[in-house]
Each structure stands twice: as structure tokens, then as C-alpha cells.
């Protein structure tokens, strides 16, 4: 059974962000803060400006690196004096992401990395098969930790991953670039739910075993002198 939200209409629990944002060449760490802060705007306290060290925390990343990123975000004038994002875009096209994607405690390079396949994302089949380098490029990461990152969101249930390949004009079998499908997001908040269960179970069983082990070494006899 689902521990998690129910709500019938997915579009209720996404937030949109515009395609152009690719464009201002912003660090995983400032796309991620800013990301936040619209999923802030749109479904919590639009009052509320969220203090660095909750970004921080949220997105696993230094307060002094939040409190960097922020004050970038402020000079480029993408966010307002109340830390309200500002998304100013010359089209009309946007891209969604789901709330619950800062629930999963994936960090600011994997959210980054996956917001890109959402950006990339076919809306019929839910797929798409970006290269590493154009990924890395897009996202201002090396192709090894884009590569970490695809592995995490693999493993978290957000993306399956398919490898390709294709034959040249001369018969020759090369790799293709990877087959990427963006999973429901009720799979991955699924998956942490269960993570985290099993974490706790695992807990209780350690502590089960100290305290029998402390009892017994209370109990034992005396070793003769």
C-alpha cells in the first residue's frame, strides 16, 4: 500500500519552469535553489522566504554555497526582494516538475540532471536519448558525474535506462546514446518509502541486539578472581 499522496489529478503536484532556462547557464547548485523556490511559490507559503540554511539542507549542499547561489540568483534578477522567482522567457514553452522531487533527498547535481531529461522528455512515450556530453554541457557538470547522477536516479526509480546502438554505412555495430524513460513518480516515492522502512526495521533490530547484549553483560557471573 502507497504511503504516499493520492491525489487524482498529477498536474496538481508539478510546477512549470521555462524551457529558457537552459539558456542562463545557471550551476547545478543556482538551478536546483531556483527550482526549489518556484515549487515554494507555487504550492507553500508564497509569504515565506526560506532561510539558507533549509535550501542548503534541502538540496545537499554548503550554507555558504546557498548564500553564494542565492546572491547570484539576486544579481542576475531572477529572484524579487522576497526571494519570489522572476522567470522571464522570450517563448511560451515550459516544462513541469513534479513536487515530490524534493522529497527524495537526491541532491541539487541529481535534480538538475533529471529536470534536463524532463526538458528533453517526449510528452507522448515519457522518453528521450540526450547524449552524456550534451547533458553535461546543459547542465554545467563533467560527463563522469552526469553519469553518477543517471545511476542515482536509476536506482531511486525516477528514469529507467535502455542502451542503444546502430549500424554505420560499412556494418559496423556502435553504441548509441542512452534510451531514457521518465518513470511515474509515485515509483520513486514508493521506493523511498520502502528504503526507508526497511532502514528503520534495520534500526530497531541494532538496537534489539545492544540491549540484550548489554543485559547479558549485566547478568553474567563474576569471573573468579
Partial sequence: MSFFFNQPDPKRRRFPIPNDVWKWELKPQGFAILAYLCYLHVH????????????????????????????????????????VPILKSNGKNFFSLPN?????????????????????????????????????????????TVMKHITKLEDQRLIAVENTNYIDDHGMKWNGNNQ??????????????????????????????????????ENAPCVPL
Avoid at 50 to 59: G, H, K, M, V, W
Avoid at 60 to 72: F, G, L, N, Y
Avoid at 184 to 192: E, L, N, R, S, V
Fill in 44 to 83: 507553500c507559503n508564497k509569504n515565506a522566504s526560506p532561510s539558507a540554511d533549509e535550501i542548503a539542507s534541502q538540496l545537499h549542499m554548503s550554507k555558504d554555497m546557498a548564500v553564494k547561489q542565492i546572491a547570484e540568483l539576486n544579481r542576475r534578477g531572477l529572484l524579487d526582494q522576497h526571494m
Fill in 100 to 144: 515530490e522531487l524534493f522529497f527524495l533527498n537526491i541532491g541539487h547535481g541529481a535534480i538538475t540532471v533529471y529536470a534536463y531529461l524532463l526538458y528533453c522528455e517526449n510528452r507522448r512515450t515519457h522518453q528521450c536519448h540526450p547524449s552524456c556530453r550534451t547533458i553535461a554541457a546543459a547542465v554545467h557538470l563533467s560527463a563522469v
Fill in 180 to 217: 531514457y524513460t521518465i518513470l511515474p513518480i509515485q515509483m520513486a516515492m514508493d521506493h523511498c518509502y520502502q528504503q526507508q522502512m526497511l532502514r528503520l526495521e534495520e534500526q530497531q533490530k541494532w538496537d534489539q541486539t545492544q540491549k540484550r547484549l548489554g543485559w547479558n553483560a
